[in-house]
């Protein structure tokens, strides 16, 4: 997904939209093609997968308490995206990160 910084017209844009890929260098932004990926299914890939598969049921099975205490914790672990804006990962994503 594409990140946008709105101004008059458009400031910053960093990543992928349809089939376009957005970029900036010293030059400026910039968009290219966005080549076709592939899909390797190497055992790292599907390893990390399975893992991911099994830390989403694991989430979904929590009580709304729990999940209420990760989400009242990401505002403590703040990120900086790709064109410079702080911002706070949800609580599943703050759940994800640190249990992988």
Same mark, same amino acid.
């Given at each position: 997904?594409? @990140? ?5 017209l458009v400031s910053q +844009? ?5 089939? &376009?890929t957005f970029s900036r260098? #010293? ?9 076709? &990926?592939?899909?390797? #299914?190497?055992? =790292? ?5 399975? +893992? =991911? ?6 989430? #979904? ?9 990760? @989400? ?7 990120? @900086?995206?790709? +064109?410079? +804006? ?8 703050? =759940?994800?990160? =640190?249990?992988?």
């Open positions: 997904m594409a @990140t946008i910084q709105p101004s008059v +844009i960093v990543g992928s939209a349809g089939s &376009s260098n #010293r030059g400026g932004n910039y968009a290219k093609v966005r080549k076709a &990926s592939t899909n390797p #299914r190497t055992p =790292f890939q599907q390893n990390f997968r399975n +893992i =991911f598969a099994a830390l989403s049921a694991y989430w #979904r099975s929590m009580t709304n308490t729990e999940r209420e205490s990760w @989400t009242s914790r990401s505002s403590l672990f703040p990120y @900086t995206n790709k +064109i410079g +804006i702080v911002k706070y990962y949800s609580g599943f994503n703050l =759940f994800m990160k =640190f249990n992988q």
